[in-house]
């Protein structure tokens, strides 16, 4: 069965550093890979995504995310952290046909210290 | 297009009591699912649909009943509410296959915050 790990419950970072969130998965075949942000109260938005090629996504937001199979990593970036991108973040991975499936990790909380 | 909606935004159940949540998408998309987010668990799968007529179980579906009787509907129904799903429930929509890909991605609708005493 697939899997999705995050290791960080909770991140504090200082406005303008940069930051890296840790995703590892657990899946059998090619994964479909994906970061979604979650603000206060508010539903999901897609960040990014991966699903074949080049192994650096670039998303919106200015976040991007490497994928890793060697580690079965798939950690987002983003070089200069904003106050507004205080939320929590969620990877999963997805498993084609059959409803297009998304397993999560537990998430990770931002918070951005100004 | 609306997207994907979600009536209600609140709701407030006593143990017992029975209610329907409701979902809508104006995408024509196949493929539609119910998840519940908790507090360290990230988000869960309850039931999902790959088109009217037919649903299946996620990981979580026990206290959960799904129909589809539409491509753009999909209500889920809580029988006998319990205060263990006290939750935020998303519903999400993706088309089933579209050219050149094999996955396509989920759209989630607001959530539903359900308390239940």
């Known amino acids: 069965a697939q899997s999705v790990t995050q290791p960080d419950i909770h991140i504090t970072v200082s406005e303008g550093a940069s930051l890296e969130l840790r995703c590892n998965y657990s899946?059998?075949?090619?994964?479909?890979l994906f970061w979604y942000v979650q603000s206060p109260g508010q539903g999901l938005q897609l960040l990014l995504k991966?699903?074949?090629?080049?192994?650096l996504v670039q998303g919106i937001k200015g976040f991007e995310a490497e994928f890793k199979r060697s580690q079965s990593s798939f950690n987002l970036r983003k070089p200069s952290v904003h106050w507004s991108d205080a939320a929590e973040y969620f990877c999963a991975v997805g498993s084609p046909g059959g409803g297009n499936k998304l397993t999560f990790g537990t998430g990770t909380q931002l918070k951005v210290e100004l | 297009n609306a997207g994907v909606t979600q009536t209600p935004k609140f709701q407030v159940l006593k143990t017992g009591q029975s209610m329907t949540l409701q979902c809508a998408q104006d995408m024509n998309h196949e493929y539609m699912s119910w998840y519940r987010q908790d507090p360290g668990m990230g988000l869960r799968l309850i039931h999902y649909?790959?088109?009217?007529?037919?649903?299946d179980q996620g990981e979580v579906p026990n206290g959960y009943n799904v129909s589809r009787s539409t491509t753009e509907d999909f209500p889920l129904r809580l029988l006998s509410a319990a205060p263990s799903q006290t939750s935020v429930y998303f519903c999400a929509s993706s088309y089933a296959k579209a050219s050149g890909t094999t996955y396509n991605e989920q759209f989630f609708g607001p959530g539903t915050r359900l308390t239940v005493l």
């Open positions: 899946y059998g075949a090619t994964p479909y």
């Open positions: 991966y699903f074949s090629g080049d192994t």
């Open positions: 649909s790959v088109g009217a007529g037919i649903t």
